[in-house]
């Protein structure tokens, strides 16, 4: 595994920043789910999108969840990342036909209008939530429009998918830049013409060779430190008894019918596509207990 994430600060202190290579990551998402190349280049901007949100929190027990909730033929995506090595997700619609063959095919005219929603829950009662409507719906212009209103820091974020003709992914790659609450704004306006310059977070991840050098290109080499190097993969963790807990959430009647009408009850899981299979018997033992 190549992917990685990193996590550094820069110019003295004042700006933080987040960088990913997730090619490899997004290649599997793309095999996992036989995305189409929109569906493809949404979601691994989805993804490393949420990694970078879930490194961002200072407790370590967070899951974060993006999700995106659009009236385009794609409909949305969910994304999911802990810090235990669980990154996650799919895309609502990832029939292309549906997409319409007249295009224009980007990522933002498939979401179409919509919002882009931020969960970061600890397991404690109510999790921290955060709303945004969608702003062009490339999810990299969404995310930074969430920074500003939602926490009230201005960040640059870029994210970018490179397809090759045969759908596999030859780059993925992700940047966040943050200014530090009392930072100089002038520093914003040097990032800024630093990232015109970039073209893209692929071209840069490209001619740089790594996200270490993504980060030192657009801070001009200025005090960067890296505090921070995890790798990172896409990992689904569902199993036997979450897939069941997750039936038998839909209520005892529902189960009942199910167990009626069916020898055997068939559950896939969204993230992974794995199949699990539940007899009537277990399924009518676990709705006992
Ligand atoms: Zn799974």
């Known amino acids: 595994m190549t992917d990685y994430l990193i996590r550094a600060l820069a110019y003295n202190n004042q700006v933080r920043a987040f960088a990913i290579n997730g090619t490899d990551l997004v290649n599997k998402a793309v095999s996992i789910h036989g995305l189409n190349p929109v569906a493809a280049i949404a979601l691994g901007r989805g993804l490393m999108g949420t990694a970078m949100l879930n490194y961002m929190q200072k407790d370590k027990n967070v899951v974060t969840t993006l999700q995106i909730v659009g009236e385009g033929p794609m409909k949305g995506l969910?994304?999911?990342?802990?810090?235990?090595?669980?990154?996650?997700?799919?895309?609502?619609?990832?029939?292309?036909?549906?997409?319409?063959?007249?295009?224009?095919?980007?990522?933002?005219?498939c979401l179409g209008k919509g919002v882009l929603n931020i969960i970061h829950d600890l397991g404690l009662k109510s999790p921290y939530t955060g709303?945004?409507?969608?702003?062009?719906?490339?999810?990299?212009?969404?995310?930074?429009?969430?920074?500003?209103?939602?926490?009230?820091?201005?960040?640059?974020?870029a994210l970018g998918v490179k397809l090759l003709p045969n759908q596999q992914v030859s780059l993925a790659a992700g940047i966040i830049i943050q200014l530090l609450p009392g930072a100089d704004e002038k520093i914003i306006t040097s990032i800024?013409?630093?990232?015109?310059?970039?073209?893209?977070a692929t071209e840069l991840l490209k001619k740089t060779n790594s996200p270490e050098g993504m980060i030192r290109a657009l801070m001009n080499n200025t005090d960067v430190v890296i505090?921070?190097?995890?790798?990172?993969?896409?990992?689904?963790?569902?199993?036997?008894?979450?897939m069941l807990q997750g039936i038998l959430s839909i209520g005892k009647k529902a189960v009942t019918e199910m167990i009626n009408e069916q020898e055997v009850i068939e559950?896939?899981?969204?993230?992974?596509?794995?199949?699990?299979?539940?007899?009537?018997e277990k399924l009518k033992k676990s709705l006992k207990e």
């Open 78 to 109: 969910v994304c999911i990342a802990d810090r235990f090595g669980t990154l996650k997700g799919y895309i609502k619609n990832n029939d292309y036909e549906s997409y319409g063959l007249d295009g224009p095919f980007g990522v933002g005219a």
């Open 267 to 280: 559950t896939r899981c969204h993230f992974c596509q794995q199949n699990y299979h539940f007899s009537r």
């Open 131 to 157: 709303m945004v409507p969608l702003q062009s719906g490339e999810i990299g212009d969404d995310l930074a429009y969430y920074f500003t209103t939602s926490e009230q820091t201005p960040s640059l974020v």
């Open 192 to 200: 800024e013409q630093q990232v015109i310059n970039m073209k893209s």
């Open 227 to 242: 505090t921070e190097r995890v790798e990172i993969g896409y990992k689904c963790n569902c199993s036997e008894e979450k």
